[in-house]
């Protein structure tokens, strides 16, 4: 159980193209998700909170008008990276807390290349 | 913000030895947790500590709550290959998952 999806795996897109990425929750409901984005050989930084049927929490430095998140069902989060650039290229990660508030299931990741 | 001090950096063993790592902080936390993300996938947790002291294992692997609450260790004995991977400390302050610190991880090579 606690299974969470992410798709696409990877993409590669062009700079100024939009991207959407999607986080399913698979057999569980996720009123909460929260996105990171992790660079190579680097640790996993939260981006934001995404909560169902209310705007996002975006952490410090976060560009909110830039990752656009929508969290429009229990079970689905979208972050769609808007006017991508060559610097958005990283692995995004998006996880549900667990059966315990501390927990987290995390998603498998998706990559994403900008040229 | 909270910075968690996670040690060594990287590690090469031998099949079969023990590895042991460890995370610090200045700060006091309520939880540590342990996880571990294979190349191209997200963290899987492998242990939870919820009170100073304790100690937990899960089949090879073992971590403990430091006394003070501002450190843990893993420590993982007899590895074998499918262990290399990065291995993050994380903790929380309040009750919310989303609001982890994450270690900088330590990458782990076991040579057959």
């Known amino acids: 159980g606690a299974v969470v999806s992410q798709h696409p795996s990877w993409v590669i897109c062009k700079s100024g193209t939009s991207v959407k990425i999607e986080c399913r929750s698979l057999?569980?409901?996720?009123?909460?998700m929260f996105w990171y984005r992790q660079f190579p050989k680097q640790s996993l930084m939260l981006m934001a909170t995404s909560n169902e049927g209310s705007k996002a929490t975006y952490e410090q430095g976060v560009e909110k008008d830039k990752f656009l998140i929508n969290h429009a069902s229990l079970t689905l989060s979208t972050l769609t990276v808007t006017s991508a650039h060559p610097e958005d290229s990283s692995f995004y990660i998006c996880s549900a807390p667990g059966t315990t508030s501390y927990e987290q299931y995390f998603g498998p990741g998706t990559r994403l290349t900008v040229t | 913000g909270q910075q968690l001090n996670q040690s060594p950096q990287s590690m090469f063993i031998q099949e079969g030895e023990d590895v042991s790592m460890n995370c610090t902080s200045s700060s006091i936390f309520n939880t540590w947790l342990w996880y571990k993300q294979d190349p191209g996938e997200g963290p899987v947790l492998l242990i939870a500590?919820?009170?100073?002291?304790e100690l937990t294992s899960n089949g090879r692997l073992t971590a403990q709550f430091g006394i003070t609450r501002k450190d843990s260790f893993l420590n993982i004995s007899a590895s074998i290959p499918s262990d290399v991977g990065i291995y993050f400390c994380a903790t929380t302050k309040g009750a919310n998952a989303g609001k982890s610190t994450f270690g900088d991880g330590t990458t782990l090579t076991v040579k057959p």
């Open positions: 500590l919820y009170k100073a002291g």
């Open positions: 057999d569980f409901q996720a009123t909460t």
